[in-house]
């Protein structure tokens, strides 16, 4: 029996439209009174009016989803259908970002400095008892950047219910997560997207009852990938080397000295190549 699914596909300019997929539904977000909340905003109007009861399996997705994860909407649907009974199901447009940093915090501080401090005052004054600085690594499991991800109502409950009070604390901080954090050479973004992207894989690292599948790319797309970043002049022939030490690390138990030593050796292999 084929899962009910609901993919809201977002687009904000006319000229996007064209880009939409007609597996999912168009989400016209032009006129919205939160835009510097992304697609966070958007999730939050979903949440509120309650459409993610109208489905089994509710998302939201940008209408660069094809051109960012290189996999055609037919084929995730396909993927979701052909794999039930998971609370979420979500798929990764940039796998390769997992040999750049041990787990989603650390990454977020090379790309954004301050933001682990930036975060953690938001989750400590909001009482969740989270240490982001204690969290394990970021794996092809649970590792995510963006919001590509569809789940089930139950699970929309507890990512609203965890993610809420934070983005409200955040916004009631203007001046510190709405300013800009470094993105691309030339290119700000406000901390808060950088933030909230971040707070899926974070939830599925604290929650072991979560019943997640993440979407599995293939070694040579995320192979062509790393290739592809010219800009940090690197190169594949060190990703062998750190899944083996991935394989190394398994076996201690001692998460500062795995934090410490894979960030360590990444940094100089990184230099190396």
Not at 1 to 9: A, F, G, L, W
Request: proline content about 5%; charged content about 20%.
């Amino acid at each position: 029996m084929k899962t009910n699914i609901c993919i809201n596909q977002i687009f904000f300019r006319p000229e996007q439209a064209a880009r939409l997929d007609t597996a999912f539904v168009p989400f016209d977000n032009s006129r919205s009174n939160k835009p510097l909340q992304y697609e966070y905003g958007v999730m939050c109007d979903i949440h509120d009016r309650q459409l993610q009861l109208q489905a089994e399996l509710t998302g939201v997705v940008s209408y660069k989803f094809v051109e960012k994860t290189r996999v055609s909407p037919a084929d995730f649907l396909r993927w979701i259908d052909q794999n039930p009974g998971y609370d979420v199901y979500f798929i990764n447009p940039f796998p390769h970002e997992s040999y750049f940093g041990y787990n989603i915090w650390d990454h977020g501080e090379n790309c954004h400095p301050g933001i682990i401090s930036l975060a953690q005052e938001a989750i400590d004054a909001t009482g969740a008892e989270i240490n982001l600085s204690a969290l394990p690594r970021s794996t092809k499991h649970n590792l995510l950047f963006c919001n590509f991800w569809v789940g089930t109502a139950a699970f929309w409950y507890k990512y609203m219910k965890f993610t809420r009070p934070l983005a409200e604390y955040m916004m009631s901080k203007p001046e510190k997560y709405f300013s800009a954090a470094k993105y691309h050479e030339g290119v700000h973004a406000p901390y808060f997207p950088f933030i909230t992207e971040r707070l899926f894989t974070t939830l599925l690292s604290t929650d072991p009852s979560i019943k997640s599948l993440a979407w599995q790319h293939d070694e040579d797309s995320v192979v062509n990938r790393i290739n592809e970043i010219k800009i940090h002049n690197i190169h594949a022939q060190v990703k062998p080397c750190i899944d083996l030490l991935d394989k190394i690390l398994e076996t201690n138990e001692n998460m500062a000295i795995k934090r410490s030593l894979f960030n360590e050796i990444t940094r100089l292999a990184w230099r190396w190549t």
